[in-house]
């Protein structure tokens, strides 16, 4: 087996008696971008943390290139990090503050010079570079904090919600330029966020956390078009999860019974059932709304133009609110209306089927 | 709706001239008279009178300066009260800084527990505390008996009468004003820039000087030139706990007026003692007010 660049091996960390992270394994190629996503208070930052030194694991092993870090001091794992707050050195300048990690390096006068000017361009912050931390806005600071821990060409770049400070369109905006400079630099970064969307746009890989654990491993689209539990399937895009009980299993093809009583069959059971109560989830995208005469009947509670798609939401027969998203070419005729009665239809190979614990 | 109003606000407030400053604040100085006029008669007149008999007794010219600083024991004076004054300063700072840092990390308990006691000292009479320090700082006070009843010393420390005990109870009555200068830069520092140092590549030494020093160097300057400035004429302390070859300043100048009667060489003193604190505050006015500091 070929040696992963970074590997985490079974990191468990306990706060007192509170376990933050329990099971946390995962190995990260050299140059790989990898998102940690997850609800707030999932264990991403502790993971991070471990990464960087601050927080010693109770138990499990971090490998750089097969040696482990632990017991290495922060200052010594050459691991870069941005954080979620601003952490200029605030008595120094913008050049300074780049200038820094190679000061402490004693690295020669020339060297540092040549650095920080190639910095500064890497970041587009030129103009700036006299200036102190507290005349730069936020998004500013977080370039300058980039940039500072890109100087010493660090092994890791770690980054814990550095854009969570800022307005949508200035994050969306670092976004592109925090993928651009991992394309020029080729750095192997890690990266925390809670924003699916920001994790989908940014990353190669998405490491999904719950509950201090890892729910699933895998690029965005995996992640969207095979979900792995039922928190996946909800947390990635939108999704409507329908309590129904497996009639019937042929094969690992499910008959299933939905709350109002009709029944669908064909739907894979992925190995997860035998027979009994369940769910599964649609993705707002794969329902139609039809008149045909098969299908779950509701009635229109909203109805949404949203230029290149129409949303509905949908009210069953048994009171559960159903979205609905539909491309605009795939309309015949006017859409429906609030009010109007509809059925919802799909094809039952689009269903996931997860069961509750 | 709201939103046309809002855009109307901002026009108009662009379109508008600067607002005048308020009239009221340039034309106020009347109600400062009685304080100003207080200051004037009880501060500016005597140290006036002061200046002047420095340089009329017993006659015209600056001999009172010349004697002040040419003649060795007053030297000797000056240079005590510059040794005390630094080491007071220097050995604030040393325990204030990690006494603050205290104060900054530790559970909330814990800090206002200690910040309490801090407060408390400095509101304890004055001369009891001194007094007290008298009776600690005896040789056969508590102090050198439990070093002699440890084995650590055979025979007690001179540490009343000299000026080790000047220092010693000087520091005391000093250190909550460092304390109370570096709290509040201490509970501004964020952990995650120390995190970031270290990150970068710095060392625990290299963290504390390029960092954790200069962030709080305005604190130190503000907390270290106060206890400086009031060292320099402490009287009480040094008269109660220190001998007669660690006369300071202030000690000498209560001496001429009170026992040699030499009016003209005390207010040379005294007026030496004014400029020494003047310049020093303008030195912390130029370098380190918080203000400058916020537009560096
Ligand atoms: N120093 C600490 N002491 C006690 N509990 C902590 C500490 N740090 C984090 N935790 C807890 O560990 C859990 C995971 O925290 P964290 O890794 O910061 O989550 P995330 O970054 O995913 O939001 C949270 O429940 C948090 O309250
Ligand atoms: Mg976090």
Redesign the interface.
């Given at each position: 087996m070929t040696q992963a660049f970074l590997e985490l091996r079974n990191i468990r960390k306990n706060f007192d008696s509170f376990t933050a992270i329990d099971g946390v394994s995962l190995q990260i190629p050299r140059g790989e971008f990898v998102t940690f996503l997850g609800p707030s208070g999932s264990g991403k930052s502790t993971t991070l943390y471990v990464v960087?030194?601050?927080i010693e694991p109770s138990a499990g092993e971090v490998l750089l290139n097969g040696r482990s870090l632990l017991g290495v001091?922060?200052?010594?794992?050459d691991?870069?990090?941005v954080?979620q707050?601003y952490?200029l050195?605030?008595?120094l300048t913008v050049a300074e503050n780049i200038a820094?990690?190679l000061?402490?390096?004693r690295r020669p006068k020339a060297e540092i010079a040549a650095k920080v000017d190639e910095m500064l361009r890497l970041v587009h912050l030129s103009a700036m570079r006299d200036r102190?931390p507290?005349q730069l806005s936020g998004g500013q600071q977080q370039r300058v904090?980039l940039a500072?821990?890109l100087a010493?060409d660090p092994q890791i770049l770690l980054m814990d919600e550095p854009l969570s400070a800022l307005d949508k369109k200035l994050r969306e905006d670092l976004q592109s330029e925090i993928k651009r400079i991992h394309a020029e630099t080729g750095v192997t970064v890690i990266y925390v966020t809670h924003d699916q969307e920001e994790a989908l746009r940014l990353s190669d890989r998405i490491v999904l956390f719950n509950h201090g654990g890892i729910e699933q491993i895998g690029t965005g689209e995996d992640l969207y078009q095979r979900p792995a539990s039922a928190f996946a399937a909800g947390f990635i895009g939108n999704s409507n999860f329908i309590d129904i009980e497996v009639l019937e299993n042929r094969n690992n093809i499910g008959d299933v019974r939905c709350p109002d009583g009709s029944t669908l069959s064909g739907v894979p059971l992925m190995g997860r059932t035998q027979t009994g109560k369940a769910q599964i989830m649609l993705r707002p995208e794969h329902i139609r709304l039809t008149a045909e005469a098969e299908g779950i009947g509701g009635h229109v509670t909203d109805a949404a133009f949203l230029g290149d798609v129409m949303a509905h939401t949908v009210l069953t027969g048994w009171g559960q609110e159903i979205m609905v998203r539909t491309p605009r070419q795939m309309f015949m005729g006017p859409p429906a209306g609030v009010g109007d009665a509809v059925r919802l239809g799909f094809a039952p190979a689009d269903a996931f089927l997860f069961v509750p614990h | 709706m709201a939103d046309a109003i809002a855009v109307k606000g901002v026009r108009a407030a662009q379109a508008a001239p600067p607002p005048p400053a308020p009239r009221r604040l340039r034309n106020g100085f009347a109600p400062a008279v009685p304080g100003l006029a207080f200051l004037l008669l009880c501060f500016m007149l005597p140290v006036l009178a002061l200046l002047l008999r420095s340089l009329t007794q017993p006659q015209w010219g600056l001999q009172n300066y010349a004697a002040l600083l040419a003649t060795s024991t007053y030297a000797n004076v000056l240079f005590n009260t510059f040794a005390v004054a630094g080491l007071v300063t220097g050995i604030s700072a040393l325990l204030g800084l990690p006494l603050a840092w205290f104060l900054a990390v530790a559970p909330r308990f814990w800090s206002q527990l200690v910040f309490g006691i801090v407060i408390l000292s400095m509101w304890t009479n004055l001369l009891a505390r001194t007094y007290a320090w008298m009776v600690l700082l005896q040789d056969t006070g508590i102090i050198n008996n439990f070093l002699i009843w440890t084995g650590i010393i055979q025979n007690p420390l001179p540490l009343f009468g000299t000026m080790a005990g000047v220092v010693i109870g000087m520091v005391y009555i000093m250190l909550p004003f460092m304390v109370l200068s570096l709290r509040g830069p201490l509970a501004a520092l964020d952990a995650s820039l120390f995190q970031a140092a270290s990150l970068c590549g710095a060392s625990r030494v290299q963290a504390f000087t390029q960092v954790f020093l200069p962030l709080l160097a305005p604190g130190l300057a503000a907390g270290g030139l106060i206890i400086f400035v009031m060292s320099l004429g402490y009287y009480i302390t040094p008269s109660l706990l220190g001998g007669a070859q660690d006369m300071m300043l202030a000690e000498l100048i209560a001496q001429l007026v009170q026992t040699l009667l030499n009016w003209g060489l005390a207010g040379a003193a005294s007026f030496l003692l004014l400029v020494l604190t003047l310049s020093l505050y303008a030195v912390q006015i130029r370098y380190f007010s918080p203000r400058r500091g916020k537009e560096g």
């Open positions: 960087a030194g601050f001091p922060p200052n010594h794992r691991i870069g990090m954080f707050r952490t050195f605030p008595h820094f990690p000061r402490v390096r102190k507290a904090a500072r821990a010493y | -």
